[in-house]
């Protein structure tokens, strides 16, 4: 005799159904309309009732335990960072405050534990960055710098036997060598040779990192600004590079392989390479000595004007909001502002688009003298450390959980074997 499952014959109520998915009930009746779900109307009142073997077995099909908040919008439940009402949130905190009020390594460590530690400092073995910095420097002068990070991940990953230790306490062993480890195999932007002293002193990532951006010596209020624009760029919810990371994670890659997971992601257009575009559109304003004609351009070429506007905040990203208030303490930095705001204001004539963090890096580039791709730099530097937090949660979760199921539009088979 066949054994019976607990929940055969069962119903469940609207209610019951959505908690058990992990949806809202307007979701249940879009998966019954979608033929995902059958139902009963209650006899004799409102509402519908649904087969308790049914709805589990959608749960497993779809991974909505873990998964999908919406038909064709999956989620993944994360304890990381909440974006509400304009502001985002890291494990509870205002992002924007901690990022003011704590250097990028202590916000590292509290997005991957939960606690602050005051003057944590990140340094790597000399071996490693040593293995780093050759690899690296075997690269063609044209390379930029993802593909620089990209050699350097896999070298910082061959010189590490306890790479596939997946255990909380050697993954965050792992970071907190690796992002070091990043810095310290960039150039310097003069081209001189530059020693260890960067990779292993304590010195905190950001003064690691200004003489890779630029030439320039860095002032208090400059180190600053680039230090809070770590720390503000570190995760940003499920943002396209994140979610290759998890993938990875998902799959059981180490913490390295994660990280080139999200740094292929990351060299895209549209996500890390954006500040770019936004700093080769202020240099330009600056160079025109204003934002109407170089608007007018891209208006006219049916382009996007670079740096304005975000799908997750309805006003200015609280992250350019963050660096615009830092970056008016650099002083050479008054021009640059002035030409970003001015581009958001002729732009208003037209739609109503706020800054966005794009904007502001390119703000902290121009006025730096860094070049155009700095911003994707620093983007990749910082969110290196979101990876691995999100990589951390996912190691904790069932593997290989993020399989969806294709939606086959081919032909139908069976077709006949192809001619040559």
Known sequence: MTERSETDGRRLTTRETAERLGVKPETVYAY?????????????????????AEVDALARRAGRRETASAPGEPAVRTGITLIAADRYYFRGVDATELAARHSYEEVAEWLWTGRLRPG????APVEVVTAARRAVGALPEHCGSTDRLRVAVVAA???DPLRFDLSRETVLGSARSLIPTLVAALPTVDGHRDGMADATEPAGLAAQLWPKLTARSPDEPS?????????????HDLAASTLAARVAAS?????YAVVSAGLGVLEGPLHGAASGLAHRMLAEVLERGGAAPVVADHLRAGRPVPGLGHRLYTGEDPRARTLFGLLERVPQAGPALAAAREVVATTARDAPLHANVDLALAVL???????????????AISRTAGWIAHALEEYGERPLRMRPSGLYTGPQPPQPLPSP
């Open 120 to 123: 944590n400092r990140f340094t």
């Open 223 to 235: 180190l600053a600004a680039l230090d809070t624009a770590l720390a503000l760029l570190i995760d």
């Open 365 to 379: 580039s121009v006025a730096s003298g860094m070049s155009a791709e700095a911003g994707e730099t620093v983007f």
């Open 32 to 52: 019954v309309s979608r033929g995902q779900l059958s139902s009963s109307r209650v006899p004799g009142g409102r509402g519908s009732t649904f087969d308790a």
């Open 251 to 255: 799959a059981r890659a180490h913490p």
């Open 157 to 159: 990953a061959a010189a």
